[in-house]
């Protein structure tokens, strides 16, 4: 597996890298916003170590177009740590943030969770909700509606899924995160509403604006075929 490590401090990219190889991963390392946007449409990668704070062009610029074209994980880098700067991280498209500075094996643990094949993901099973208009793809990990592939992670993937698969149960925050993402997800419960509004956005349309997620209030969130 290769990974992109986008760090404009080379004693940074440089340890990050030395602790992937030691690993079994191959890496490759963008200095810069449009370096990191070329090698990616360049090379086969895997999983992305981005920075928040780069020349050229910014990190969340780069997740954002990355996210234009790719599930892949990404996982921001970054000295900026404050609750709005994670969720403004994760609005742009990360699956994961890990704060400067930090330890080096914690953030391999991080990566291998992210490119580890999850529980929950095997049992996801091939279907279609909302009247056959969205399809579900575990093994593209893709949803589509009308036919038409829908930009999203892997963990607003995993989160609709697990919606999807009771549609009649109300999930709490909690339970999304122990059933979607796994016990070894380490960020805030709250994040889960960055991911629903994520997710509402991008399936959102004139008589299902929620994207077919509804807000039961002091609950959580449940998959709502009815308008």
């Known amino acids: 597996m290769k990974i992109l490590i986008v ?17 079994g991963y191959e890496t490759v390392i963008a200095s810069d916003g449009l370096k990191a946007l070329e090698i990616f ?3 086969d990668i895997d999983l992305v170590i981005l920075d928040l704070m ?8 780069v997740c954002r177009r990355i996210r234009e074209k790719s599930s892949v994980p990404v996982i921001m880098l970054t000295a900026k740590s404050s609750e709005s ?15 400067k500075p930090f330890s080096p094996r914690v953030l391999m643990a ?4 992210q490119l580890r094949p999850k529980e929950s993901r095997d049992n996801i099973s091939s279907g279609t909700c909302a009247d056959g208009r969205i399809e579900i793809d575990p093994e593209r990990v893709e949803i589509r509606k009308d036919g038409t592939p829908i930009p999203v ?6 989160i609709f899924s697990t919606l999807v698969s009771r549609p009649i ?3 709490s925050r909690e339970e999304i995160i122990r059933t979607a993402l796994g016990d070894d997800y380490d960020g805030f419960d709250r994040t889960i509403d960055t ?3 994520n997710l509402r956005k991008k399936l959102a349309e004139p008589g299902h604006e929620n994207g077919w997620i509804k807000t039961i209030y002091g609950f959580g969130y449940r998959f709502d075929d009815e308008k």
């Open 7 to 23: 760090e404009d401090e080379p004693s940074i990219a440089e340890v990050v890298s030395a602790y992937a190889k030691r690993d």
């Open 41 to 43: 449409e360049r090379d």
């Open 54 to 61: 780069l020349p050229k062009l910014n990190g969340e610029e």
């Open 85 to 99: 700067d994670v969720v403004e991280g994760l609005d742009s498209g990360a699956n994961d943030y890990v704060s």
């Open 110 to 113: 991080r990566i291998r969770a």
């Open 153 to 158: 992670t892997k963990s607003e993937f995993l």
């Open 169 to 171: 149960r109300t999930w």
């Open 195 to 197: 991911y629903i509004k």
